[in-house]
């Protein structure tokens, strides 16, 4: 998985299949979303998803389909 600033102070998160399933430890790891937020159960299966390969970030996480 890879970060990269992008202008406006968004951040995009990219990963691979390979990293999907360590996507939220990651977001964790870099403070992007707390241990305990209820939104975890969520944010793990948008990553699942087949055509979904990157989150954005801004303030709060943005769940986005490509």
């Known amino acids: 998985m890879m970060i990269f600033p992008k ?8 990963f691979t299949q390979k990293t999907k399933p360590h996507v939220v430890d990651f977001l964790i790891e870099e403070k992007f979303i707390d241990a305990d937020d209820p939104l975890i159960p969520i944010i793990a299966a948008f990553a699942r998803q087949e055509n979904v390969n990157e989150i954005r970030i801004r303030n709060r996480i943005q769940l986005l389909f490509h």
């Open 7 to 14: 202008s406006s102070g968004m951040q995009t998160v990219y």
